[in-house]
């Protein structure tokens, strides 16, 4: 669950570029843009200005656990070019070029040696011809990355080594040309008719030719018979006609051909290894007066070759420089049709991540000449037009990009940082560096320094670091076990080098404790055992050396446990087995060593399909979250370092947080009795701010990616401010409404003898229910160990010796630092003056000192990081600096520039990258923002923080009211409304704001990513989404709607087939009428899914085991982007269950989108939603949502449910013809049965767990419903009522279980919500006034009405005129529109209507003693006396009978206008009453 979090990630480059041993190249087709392939796994995209030949490296995209083997466009969508990319071990992405971000993701056992990108005729997209090691060729749509269909081979199949495509004039299907490893040409033609899935089209010829591993075969494009073979050792040319061969030119020593062009009909250029490549003429024949060359038409090539035949080689192209590739670089040619001719570009990539590009001009037949007659030989020497690095481009960056240690002074040449370790406890990263220094500083405040102006730059012991010295040479790898497990000491810090030495440091004093050396060769890692392991060996730390050996060391003991070493190849993975004292280790040629622990005996070696099932197995038995992760997990073995990061943070987003969850929500839902199992664990143990290290390759300093986790950093700061609330404050501000509730929930139960006592301790309880709400915050929060006192006790403990804990480590402090940062790096700059000056004096942001290097996280964990190089304002198109003009003479001139550059960025450039960019950060930014405003206006400024919190904890003990105190709520008041300004800013004025300030293009938020998180776990983040998307819609206008609208509509399920999860008794729950006496049990048995389901249905969804399905119905991006590293196993058919899959979240997304749209502008009839298909649709895909039982693929609490839920409520009125609404209000009640047990305010910002968070969004939908239909929410309602007390009467001979039915158990929140109407909707509620008091006195226990009046028991109801209670003779009298009279017994709870008038009854009152009951009716200006007689000896029935009627004065029609002026009836004694109008008249009446 952990990737579902909204995190914004920044990177720290440093001051050297990251190597990029270059794999693969690619120039897209609009030559803009330059992709390369790295044989570490990353991907470098690159902007390419042809006008000027600039090449600028714009984003780093990583993600690929193996080296880049191939490149291909993937064509272009909406605004925006795809490239596929794939890897040697069988992965295909598919990336956005804009921002780099990861659309598609497949593992196959296909691994791909060349893609070629085709446009087809007749098709809208382009497809994917793929080769490699398989027997066919693929054909892949690029954007889902499915196999649409496939070339097979019925003669001599073989691996397909290069193929091409082409379409002969004048015909309408294709021809793919292949030549196998073996050397058989084979051809295909392929039309998209014919095409059919599964089916595989085999080829219609074949022929062996001379060509062995082949690398490239391309026909000619100005001759299409012409084909030029590329392999290894020679290049031919045949003809595609027969396949005879015309020429053929062998390798020269030492060199070998790469691949090759056409540069015209009768010239080729071909490449070779060595980073050359040489262009030739083909032989020419003189015939009938023309050079004709070997343009297979001509004839002249069938004759046989006579000498002169072989082709001239006149041209050289080779970069300036003599170099010495280690690695053979990559190719491409490029031809750019111009109006002048065509401009011919040669592209190259090499392992030195050298990029260059040559124009190769035309050579006219007489240079031609010249050439060949001149002596020596000469051949013409090409040289390259651009030659450019990411090296060249940090180089010219001045000052140079920020590193972490930039600080430290006094070092001109500061060591590489060889290994990082950030220590979230302490809020210090540590540093590992290659003269064996390790440097401990304190995070935020290093990261403030470096990126933020400020006062702290004034301070001169800001952010002083600690040195650790020990090691000699390189530090390789650090280790903090107390992050790991709580079982070691907090204070030991344990760091690996190159000098075979382990040392452990006490962090605090800086001390050396101890320093092992029992290794023959560098420590590459360190590792923690699982917590299940002998208690021995876990006070141990396991280690890794390049001496093939592992060794675990006993910190307690301060020696040696075991010494692993008779390993003969390179260790690649360590595992355990605790049960069996077992120790695993897997090495490079296949083996598994497995060592006894306890004992140190090698108890035997494992090879082939045993030792695979022996460390699988080792897989299954981990049950603990962190068993043997330690730096970057175990599983992650010693591959580069590229994976160490990509691995390192899917263990930090999935397993960890998701395994934590599940024991989280599981233990919250075990306990489920009082109010304080409503927090979701889960969130409390994240930190706001982690740092990863980035190594693109061993030989590379360490850069540094920051992740702000804005959920962790909401939650943070939300339990920080909920500590110190009291209850009543809590209640005050209304984040949570134990007093209502418990009010409620009293009336709805049976009153006992000391019901008295009861009510009088009500709010007694309601204050401790609060106060234990505050105890679990402060719990969990404590729990987690983000609170400072644990260090302290820690620190304490252990020894007299230590010195003070540094004032860093105050942990509230350092959640204000991170928040800070976050906003003041998002916040747009320069777009309002006046905001800025708030921002800065009052809000407490600080303005950036650099623009900054942003990342994205998108599917699978993959991320794309924005180089420092790259800005996306041109030079040329930035608007003027805005600085002083004295500050700019002080400043040198590349100061101003970098100022510059980050004014325009932060302004206007930052919303201009990419859509997806620009939603992660207004959701983070507003989500914040939001928070900070909630929080009782806090501010970031910390002096003024620090007074704030004061000032809560003292109102609480001091309630008094001061001048002080207007001063401070005024302060206070300016604070909101910065926050206020700065929200609006971003959600509603942004794009209007950056166009003004110069910006062609402001990329909008993608709607998808908001709809998705419409029902976030946060709700801050939950609020800021739907804000946005509200406002993204109307800003769209109707024809963006309508956009939108065409493309999710296909996606929505139709109501006759549902979606494909949940029962299969869908269309059966879904009739209209059921017969009336089954109702309640159906309603019982759909709606009502047993504590069990419950528990079930939401540890599933949390769990990591759950089917893939499960996830799919969840609305969040991220979810089910992790089903690949999870459960699927390579092969085309879980290809299919991941295509379901992502079928099934467009659904979710579709109904969420539409659902939006219907519910905010489907009233509008140019909408498309009026009474159509389209709001039928979308309104049946919601109710099946909110109706369909807790099954395994859709279980209880999901976002996607509670999204449902929510839009009902929202969008009602759209919805309702084509709903059934008592089963819609039934299925709500059910999931709020427990709102005085579950649920908090809709303001109560921390995250709850899922059956929580339905509870109160089922509870927040009703308010909605009741709100907007208050006529159909109380029929509905008293329909429903009726029928319970009939099923009631019969529930014995049923042998139905009453209490059980949602009607029972949700008279809390029936009651709440008829409250609500009674206050708000008060001329609804007299034109029902009987179904009213049907609902209500279902829902109040009748005990409750025996010893007091309903004005007591419930106040509301009594407001109304036509509504009177008898305590003596327990009756109760409610007047109906229709001029009736309903007299209800409480002793035989019996309702009895009498006619009493010809028009609505006015107003009613029972006499004191009870035995009259006076009636008015204003609309026929007649009063009338009633009295009730019961039969003899109170036997037989009692009958009402009218003993006087008297005319009244007519009423002026402005008073009838007016409900609350309408007459009254108030009894002066047993037999006279006063008719008392609204303006003081009175008359009186004798019974």
């Not at 204000?816 to 003041?824: A, D, N, R, V």
């Not at 494909?1060 to 009739?1071: A, D, F, L, R, V």
């Not at 609500?1316 to 005990?1343: F, Q």
């Amino acid at each position: 669950m952990g990737s579902l979090n909204l995190v914004v990630p920044l990177v720290m480059w440093g001051r050297e570029a990251p190597t990029h041993d270059i794999s693969c190249v690619l120039f897209t087709h609009d030559c803009h843009t330059v992709v390369t392939g790295s044989r570490d796994g990353q991907m470098c995209v690159w902007d390419f200005d042809p006008p000027t030949l600039k090449l600028t490296p714009r984003c780093l995209l990583v993600g690929h656990t193996a080296s880049v083997v191939c490149l291909a466009q993937g064509g272009n969508a909406r605004g925006t070019s795809f490239v596929v990319s794939s890897s040697e071990n069988g992965e295909m992405c598919t990336w956005d070029l804009r921002d780099g971000r990861c659309v598609e993701v497949l593992r196959s056992a296909n691994v791909h040696s060349s893609m070629t990108t085709y446009q087809m005729l007749n098709v809208k997209d382009v497809r994917l011809f793929c080769v490699g090691n398989y027997p066919e060729i693929l054909v892949y749509d690029p954007h889902t990355l499915d196999v649409l269909f496939s070339l097979a081979a019925r003669i001599q199949p073989d691996w397909i080594s290069a193929l091409h495509i082409l379409r002969p004039p004048r015909r309408n299907d294709e021809v793919v040309l292949g030549v196998t490893t073996g050397g058989w040409v084979k051809v295909w033609t392929v039309s998209e008719r014919e095409v059919r899935p599964r089916e595989p089209i085999y080829e219609h010829e074949s022929k062996m030719i001379h060509s062995l591993n082949a690398l490239c075969l391309v026909c000619c494009t100005y001759n299409q018979r012409t084909v030029l073979i590329v392999s290894q050792d020679d290049w031919q040319i045949y003809d595609a006609g027969d396949f005879s061969q015309l020429c053929r030119v062998g390798a020269t020593a030492g060199d070998r051909w790469m691949g090759g062009d056409f540069l015209s009909a009768d010239r080729v250029i071909v490449w070779t290894d060595m980073g050359r490549a040489y262009i030739y003429k083909l032989p020419t024949k003189l015939l009938r007066g023309k050079a004709v060359s070997c343009i297979v038409e001509s004839r002249a090539f069938h004759n046989k070759q006579v000498e002169g035949d072989n082709p001239l080689m006149y041209g050289v192209v080779q970069p300036q420089n003599e170099e010495h590739l280690v690695n053979a670089p990559s190719w491409q040619f490029m031809m750019i049709p111009l109006e002048s001719g065509a401009e011919k570009l040669l592209l190259r990539g090499d392992c030195e991540g050298q990029v260059m590009l040559w124009r190769l001009a035309d050579v006219s037949e007489q240079q031609l000449q010249q050439i060949s007659q001149a002596h020596p030989f000469q051949p013409l020497i090409f040289s390259p037009t651009l030659n450019h690095s990411m090296m060249k481009a940090w180089v010219a960056m001045i000052p140079p990009p920020i590193g972490v240690l930039d600080q430290l002074e006094g070092e001109k040449n500061p060591p590489r940082i060889t290994a990082s370790l950030f220590l979230p406890l302490q809020g210090r990263l540590a540093c590992g560096r290659e003269d064996g220094s390790i440097i401990l500083v304190p995070a935020t405040e290093t990261i403030m320094l470096h990126l933020l102006h400020g006062k702290h730059h004034q301070y001169h012991n800001w952010a002083q670091p600690m040195v650790l010295r020990g090691h000699q040479g390189r530090v390789n790898c650090l280790l903090y076990p107390h992050g790991e497990s709580p079982r070691y000491d907090m204070a030991h810090l344990v760091s690996g080098g190159i000098d075979f030495s382990i040392i452990v440091w006490d962090m605090y004093t800086g001390n050396l404790i101890h320093r092992f050396v029992v290794q023959a060769g560098q420590i590459l890692q360190l590792l923690v055992p699982p917590p299940t392991c002998t208690p021995r060996i876990q006070n141990c730390i396991c280690s890794v050396s390049e001496d093939h050996s592992v060794a675990l060391l006993s910190i307690k003991e301060r020696k040696l446990v075991l010494l692993a070493s008779k390993h003969l190849y390179p260790v690649l993975n360590v595992k355990w087995r605790p049960e069996h004292d077992f120790l695993m280790v897997a090495t490079h040629d296949g083996s598994v060593y497995v060592w006894q622990m306890e004992t140190g005996h090698l108890d035997r070696v494992l090879q082939g399909v045993t030792a695979e099932e022996v460390l699988g197995a080792c897989d299954e038995h981990s049950t603990a979250p962190g068993s043997g992760s330690g730096g970057a997990g175990s599983d992650t073995g010693l591959a580069n370092p590229a994976v160490h990061l990509f691995r390192g943070l899917r263990h930090r987003n999935l397993a960890a947080i998701r395994h934590a969850a599940q024991r989280g929500i599981q233990q919250v839902l075990g306990e489920q009795n009082n109010y304080q199992d409503i927090h979701d664990s889960s969130k409390m143990r994240t930190c706001p701010l982690m740092i990863q290290g980035l190594r693109t390759n061993k030989q590379d300093a360490n850069s540094h990616v920051l992740f702000f986790d804005i959920e962790a950093l909401i939650v943070q700061l939300l339990s920080d401010e909920y500590t110190l609330m009291s209850p009543g404050t809590l209640e005050a501000n209304e984040l949570i409404m134990s007093s209502q509730y418990q009010r409620m929930n009293v009336l709805t139960h049976p009153a006992s003898p000391e019901a008295a006592k009861k009510i009088a301790g009500l709010l007694s309880r309601v204050k401790e229910s609060a106060e234990s709400v505050q105890n679990l915050i402060q719990n969990k929060v404590e729990q987690s160990g983000f609170r400072p006192t644990t260090l302290s006790s820690a620190k304490d403990g252990s020894g007299s010796g230590r010195v003070q804990i540094p004032r860093h480590l105050d942990v509230t402090a350092q959640t204000l630092q991170i928040g800070q940062m976050l906003m003041s790096l998002l916040h747009s700059w320069g777009l309002d003056g006046s905001l800025d000056q708030t921002c800065e004096n009052i809000l407490g942001l600080l303005k950036p000192r650099v623009p900054v290097s942003y990342g994205l996280i998108s599917k699978s964990g993959y991320m794309s990081l924005f180089m420092p190089t790259w800005h996306p304002v041109r030079e040329a198109e930035m608007p003027q600096i805005n600085l002083p003009p004295d500050l700019a003479a002080e400043l040198p001139p590349e100061m101003v520039k970098l100022e510059h550059r980050t004014q325009v960025f932060t302004g206007r450039g930052h919303w201009e990258v990419s859509p997806a960019l620009t939603t992660h950060h207004l959701l983070a930014l507003v989500s914040v923002a939001n928070t900070l405003q909630d929080m009782n206006a806090a501010t970031l400024i910390p002096e003024q923080e620090r007074r704030r919190k004061n000032h809560i904890q003292s109102s609480r003990a001091n309630q008094s009211v001061t001048n002080h105190e207007d001063e401070f709520s005024r302060q206070q008041s300016v604070i909101k409304q910065g926050w206020s300004t700065l929200t609006a800013l971003h959600t509603v004025l942004l794009p209007d704001c950056v166009v003004a300030a110069g910006a062609p293009t402001y990329q909008p938020p993608m709607v998808e990513i908001l709809a998705r998180r419409w029902q976030d776990r946060c709700q801050e983040v939950r609020e800021a989404a739907q804000a946005l998307l509200k406002t993204e819609l109307s800003r769209m206008g109707p024809e963006g709607r309508q956009k939108l609208i065409e493309i999710w509509s296909p996606h929505l399920p139709t109501h006759t087939e549902p979606l494909p999860t949940g029962p299969t008794n869908y269309n059966n729950q879904e009739t209209p009428h059921p017969p009336r006496p089954e109702h309640p049990a159906t309603k019982t048995t759909s709606g009502t899914p047993s504590v069990n389901a419950t528990v079930n249905g939401t540890s599933g969804n949390s769990s990591s085991g759950g089917t893939t399905s499960e996830r799919t119905m969840e609305p969040h991006p991220h979810l089910d982007e992790d089903h690949y590293d999870e459960e699927m196993d390579a092969g085309e058919t879980c290809r299919e269950v991941v295509a379901q899959s992502e079928g099934r979240r467009k659904q979710a997304t579709a109904i969420i989108l539409l659902g939006v749209i219907g519910a905010y502008h489907g009233q509008d009839s140019a909408e498309g939603f009026g009474l159509g298909n389209l709001a039928m649709q979308t309104s049946k895909a919601l109710a099946y949502l909110v109706l369909a039982p807790a099954g395994p693929k859709l279980p209880a609490h999901t976002p996607l449910r509670r999204a449902a839920i929510d839009l009902i409520g929202r969008g009602f009125p759209v919805w309702e013809p084509y709903l059934d609404v008592a089963k819609v209000l039934l299925a709500l009640l059910d999931f709020c049965a427990d709102t005085d047990r579950l649920a908090p305010s809709m303001k109560y910002g921390l995250p709850l767990i899922p059956e929580a968070d339905s509870c109160r969004t089922a509870s927040n939908a009703l308010t909605l419903i009741a709100e907007a239909r208050p006529p159909a929410f109380i029929t509905t309602m008293a329909r429903e009522v009726a029928r319970f007390n009939a099923l009631q009467q019969n529930a014995q001979s049923l042998q139905l279980n009453i209490h059980n039915t949602v009607l029972h158990r949700a008279k809390t929140e029936i009651l709440r919500v008829m409250e609500y109407l009674i206050v708000h909707k008060r001329c609804h509620i007299m034109d029902l006034m009987v179904e009213v008091m049907d609902i209500v006195l279902h829902c109040v226990d009748p005990g409750h009405l025996k010893s007091r009046g309903l004005n007591e028991v419930f106040p509301s109801i009594c407001g109304f005129p036509q509504v009177s209670h008898c305590p003596h003779t327990r009756r109760i009298a409610t007047g109906a529109k229709n001029g009736s009279i309903a007299m209800y017994e409480l002793r035989a709870y019996k309702c009895q209507m009498i006619p009493a008038h010809a028009t609505a009854v006015t107003a009613l009152s029972f006499s004191p003693d009870g035995k009259y009951l006076a009636s008015c009716s204003m609309g026929e200006n007649k009063l009338s006396f009633w009295q009730t007689s019961s039969g003899m000896f109170g036997l037989g029935a009692s009958q009402t009978k009218c003993t006087k009627t008297y005319s009244t004065v007519p009423v002026p029609d402005i008073v009838r206008m007016n409900p609350h002026r309408l007459p009254k009836l108030v009894w002066i004694s047993n037999k006279t009453v006063v008719h008392m109008m609204a303006d003081g008249t009175e008359h009186r009446f004798n019974a």
